[in-house]
């Protein structure tokens, strides 16, 4: 009992920080909160005390405190103690551990490999993409019944722990006849996400570098980075922030304070505490305030990484090129909490320079049935760049020139999800043991025939949208009574969209192929390979190297529009 209490006391003292800096005579709100917490708290002990089954405090607190949160956004989280080293590799981007992304591997029921970061301890050890997880340290690694996600994460803590410790992993390793179980006794070290995996070189004299993400010093990355690239001979420069999450606020700042003057203001906060509201200016001389840049964005890009391309774009400093990016205009803190946990909470909104907050859902306006939608168009403000172009807020950043984003077909999407093109990629490397360089791999077309038959060994079936929504529009015609009329036209229909899987996988075969060659590049070069691999054929990439290859082109886009006589 005294355990219970204590973890209720835990649950009012974490409402509680959420009332600091409540000073004004709402009287009536507070005797609200205040029955609120009554009501909790006596229903919990009744609970406790006649609940015909042993109630598991713990658990249902957690519980009580998810639902708590679920009324604010995604981004307001409670860490326990157990939780916070997620927190802080949120943070900095680094963990003790091996160095391997892992995920759930259907085939199997456990735990695989899927990808060793180059340089760290499992790479280093031999451990390869494709290698199943069977013990750690002697112990079991087996699902027994929880659901993929908790299992990933229960193997994921059994990896990490603290540097310099070692331990046995036992894997099962596919082979061309057969498997073969191995051991590797690997040393943890800390490990460091390296958020500038790729910068080179892409085409004359135009310097390309891919940003993973905004962890603690990664703008030192980035600047080291910049200055190869200049000292390499780049006249302009390519900033890739797709599928780039966001993370420090800070470290934007830092990257935009790169291009830009000292002094600049690049962000300000505003939220409902006085502590919330801050100005953020670039507090550095920069490295070049002239070379011409493009900035590729895409529907992941968000957040920290929306703040460098809004930043930009609101100072006519560089294009932005691609699709609109994700819209994530919060900013969050974190609050210590008794026993150890934190709260991470959304405290306040920011604001780029041209003023506008380019946050696309409105958290606190929810239907009826509790969902948020994103802001329309139709109700977003007008704010001017420095030059006087018309940007606007909520809903991302629009980029300045709008690529067509590729689509992903649905067969590819069943094929990833089925692992197959991953078991591909396994295959591929068993029988080649190396590549020449990840610049010319290309995937020929006997290889493609070979991935054809894996496919079909698989007993592969798949979704068909148009099935769907032809047998949904066959069900309308017969209850309207049209059915008997256009039943030939409907049997003709029925022909053309019949399930043909050969038929499919030759008429996506482009789409397909790029996705084996994106797993196989990966496998012998890791993170850099996958990033020279992404830019062969891409579109976003090349028209920003048509843009910075144009200076008239490029002038132009970041000028405001001549005004019209009247």
């Known amino acids: 009992m005294k355990l219970r209490n204590t973890v209720i006391g835990a649950f009012i003292v974490l409402i509680g920080f959420g009332l600091t800096g409540f000073t004004n005579d709402e009287d009536d709100r507070n005797f609200q909160i205040s029955k609120n917490l009554d009501i909790f708290n006596a229903i919990f002990k009744e609970l406790d005390l006649f609940y015909v089954d042993t109630i598991q405090p713990d658990k249902m607190i957690q519980e009580g405190i998810n639902g708590m949160l679920m009324e604010t956004d995604p981004y307001t989280v409670y860490y326990p103690e157990e939780k916070m080293e997620s927190l802080k590799e ?42 199943i997880i069977l013990s750690i340290d002697g112990k079991e690694m087996t699902r027994d019944g929880i659901e993929p996600q908790k299992f990933s994460q229960k193997v994921s803590d059994a990896l990490r722990g603290e540097p310099g410790t070692s331990f046995i992993l036992k894997v099962e390793r596919p082979q ?90 690049i962000v300000t906060t505003k939220g409902k505490l006085p502590q919330s509201q801050s100005s953020f200016k670039t507090e550095n001389e920069p490295v070049d305030t002239d070379i011409p840049l493009a900035v590729l964005v895409n529907g992941n890009t968000a957040s920290a990484s929306e703040i460098v391309s809004g930043s930009l774009q609101d100072l006519d400093r560089a294009v932005i090129v691609g699709t609109r990016t994700f819209g994530k205009g919060l900013v969050q803190t974190t609050r210590a909490l008794p026993y150890n946990g934190t709260l991470k909470v ?125 047998q949904s529009l066959k069900e309308v015609a017969e209850f309207e009574g049209y059915m008997e009329s256009a039943s030939a036209e409907f049997k003709a229909l029925e022909e053309k969209l019949n399930h043909n899987l050969d038929r499919d996988l030759d008429h996506f075969k482009t789409p397909i192929k790029k996705q084996i060659e994106q797993e196989i590049v990966t496998r012998y070069f890791y993170q850099r390979g996958a990033a020279m691999q992404r830019l062969k054929d891409d579109d976003d990439l090349n028209k920003a190297i048509e843009i910075l290859q144009s200076p008239n082109q490029y002038a132009k886009i970041l000028s405001a529009p001549a005004k019209s006589d009247k």
Request: hydrophobic residues 35%.
């Open 176 to 265: 061309k006849q057969d498997s073969t179980i191995l051991e590797f006794k690997i040393t943890r070290k800390s490990i460091r996400t390296n958020p500038v995996p790729y910068y080179g070189l892409v085409q004359d004299s135009i310097g390309y570098l891919f940003l993973t993400g905004f962890t603690d010093n990664s703008s030192k990355d980035v600047k080291k980075a910049f200055i190869e690239l200049k000292q390499q001979g780049a006249k302009s420069m390519i900033i890739d922030l797709r599928d780039n999450g966001g993370g420090s606020l800070q470290e934007a700042i830092d990257i935009v304070n790169l291009f830009v003057p000292k002094g600049k203001e």
């Open 90 to 131: 949120m943070i900095t981007g680094k963990y003790g551990g091996i160095g391997a992304a892992i995920r759930y591997y259907k085939t199997k029921d456990r735990i695989v490999i899927a990808e060793p970061t180059e340089g760290m301890p499992a790479a280093e050890t031999g451990v390869k993409a494709g290698d």
């Open 346 to 470: 959304t405290t306040s909104k920011y604001y780029i320079p041209s003023g506008r907050c380019i946050q696309a859902i409105d958290y606190a306006k929810r239907n009826d049935d509790g969902l948020v939608m994103r802001t329309p168009d139709s109700l977003t403000n007008v704010f001017y760049t420095a030059a006087g172009r018309e940007v606007r807020d909520g809903g991302g950043i629009r980029p300045d020139v709008e690529v067509e984003a590729s689509k992903f077909p649905n067969i590819l999407f069943y094929l990833v999800n089925e692992d197959i093109i991953f078991d591909y990629g396994t295959q591929y490397c068993l029988n080649h043991p190396a590549l020449t360089s990840a610049e010319s791999f290309s995937l020929t077309d006997s290889d493609y025939e070979d991935f054809k038959k894996l496919v079909k060994t698989r007993n592969f079936t798949y979704d068909r949208q148009s099935e769907k929504l032809l």
